[in-house]
């Protein structure tokens, strides 16, 4: 099954908000990383996080990782109708030499 | 700096025809490589790895094969295409390891008629 699964499948929010989704994994990890997809193209990496890191900023984005949970939020603040995409995540498994595995994806839309 | 080229962009073909993607990385050595398929709206789908030349590790048992004859250059092949095999095929690399961040090519898109 997949490791990591997000949630929600799906986001409709207004510019100006703020936009959080989370993603569960079942096994210990060495990191956790967060991607976005524009339609039709191709993924693009945002964050990594590691296994022994609470929080990591990157402008906009603000992504959390707790481990005795086994999840992770990525926050989206002041979202723009330019942030309209899909958000997966990956997880590297405890076993480092087990595969970065991707999630189901999180779509979301900004409106203007 | 690396980049990843995939063609063709979009590709149509008949059920029963055979099919090649091309996937080359330009400015790393020796890269972990990756072939994705991802259908409309859907999640990732490992479809083959290779961390080498020549070494090919498959994920899910299908009409799919993928070689990698150059460092840098992996090759998504199938003698007979069928309808299931429509979707939006991703190549992506990475470095050392198997866990570091991927980077992704543009995608092809393929529709089986």
């Known amino acids: 099954s997949q490791q990591g699964e997000e949630d929600p499948q799906a986001l409709s929010i207004q510019e100006g908000e703020n936009a959080t989704m989370n993603c569960s994994y079942k096994t210990s990890i060495n990191n956790l990383q967060w991607y976005r997809q524009n339609s039709g193209r191709g993924l693009v990496h945002l964050i990594l996080i590691r296994s022994n890191e609470r929080e990591k900023h990157s402008g906009r984005l603000r992504v959390t990782l707790d481990t005795s949970k086994k999840s992770s939020s990525l926050l989206i603040t002041a979202s723009r109708a330019a942030d309209t995409a899909s958000y997966f995540c990956a997880t590297a498994p405890g076993n480092a030499g087990n595969m970065l595995t991707f999630g189901g994806g999180t779509r979301l839309m900004v409106k203007p | 700096s690396q980049t990843i080229h995939q063609w063709p962009a979009t590709l ?29 709206g859907r999640g990732l ?17 299908q009409n799919l094969s993928a070689s990698r004859p150059q460092d840098r250059q992996f090759i998504l092949s199938s003698k007979k295409l069928l309808l299931s095999d429509s979707g939006f095929y991703l190549c992506a690399w990475s470095g050392d390891s198997l866990q570091e961040t991927q980077y992704f090519g543009p995608g092809t898109r393929l529709l089986v008629l």
């Not at chain 2, 996937?23 to 409309?40: D, F, H, I, K, M």
Request: proline content about 9%; charged content about 10%.
């Open chain 2, 12 to 40: 149509v073909q008949p059920v029963g025809s055979p099919l090649s993607l091309e996937c080359t990385v330009e400015g790393t050595s020796n890269p972990n490589l990756y072939w994705y398929r991802q259908a409309a």
């Open chain 2, 45 to 61: 789908q490992l479809l083959f790895y290779s961390v080498g030349i020549g070494q090919i590790s498959s994920e899910v048992p």
